[in-house]
């Protein structure tokens, strides 16, 4: 079975522009979340969209969003980009929201300049 | 706010030698344990998953789970220099801004050849 799937693996964007992240979860899960992930502060949680709403939110500003298709394929977009914004990137997908185990996509490297 | 902690390190041993990697996590609640394995540039790797107190084994990995002093342990046999990476310590949790699993901040392991 193929794993979690994610691109761009790498992005060089400007301040002030924005971006759109894709994951692709392993077949048949249905829950995707998104992580972003800095040397400092660790991995922290973004938001969980299982069935194509959004079930959990971190505590992170309205620019970062996303939303989920009905094949289960997940889209974050952060708008307005900030230095502070560079991060890798993280999906991670379940099967369903009783199983806790999660299994994470290769990541998207994002580099604001 | 929910925690999760470890010991950041770097834990180094000398190739051969048992590694000791340990989790203390805030929530009586936790039903669901796991540790992730990443290597330096990539993404985390689930390599154990722990539901009842005492031990599991898998290969090389022994998973070690004390509810009652909410402690978590990951005991790695045999260390090789692949097993140099830093591990997270990942916590089941009911949803809300922290997501459905809280992860500690990572152990860095070294094992020195």
């Known amino acids: 079975k193929a794993g979690v799937t994610q691109t761009p693996r790498y992005l060089i964007k400007t301040r002030g522009q924005q971006v759109t992240l894709s994951c692709s979860p392993i077949s048949g899960h249905r829950s995707v979340s998104w992580y972003q992930q800095t040397p400092g502060q660790g991995l922290q949680f973004l938001f969980e969209y299982f069935s194509e709403t959004q079930r959990n939110k971190g505590n992170f500003p309205g620019r970062f969003s996303g939303r989920q298709f009905s094949n289960s394929r997940s889209e974050m977009n952060v708008s307005t980009l900030e230095l502070g914004d560079s991060a890798l990137y993280l999906c991670a997908s379940r099967p369903g929201q009783a199983t806790y185990e999660q299994y994470f996509g290769p990541g998207t490297r994002l580099t604001v300049t | 706010q929910k925690e999760v902690e470890q010991n950041s390190g770097p834990l180094s041993v000398p190739e051969g030698a048992i590694a000791s990697l340990n989790c203390t996590y805030s929530d009586r609640v936790s039903q669901s344990f796991f540790w992730y394995r990443q290597y330096s540039g990539k993404s985390p790797e689930l390599i154990m998953s722990?539901?009842?107190?005492g031990d599991k084994e898998d290969g090389r990995f022994t998973a070690q789970l004390n509810k009652a002093s909410q402690y978590v342990s990951l005991l790695i046999r045999d260390s090789q220099p692949s097993d140099s990476a830093t591990y997270l310590c990942?916590?089941?949790?009911?949803?809300?801004?922290?997501?459905?699993?809280?992860f500690g901040k990572g152990t860095k392991l070294s094992v020195k050849p």
């Open positions: 722990i539901y009842s107190n």
């Open positions: 990942a916590v089941e949790n009911y949803g809300g801004s922290q997501g459905n699993l809280i």
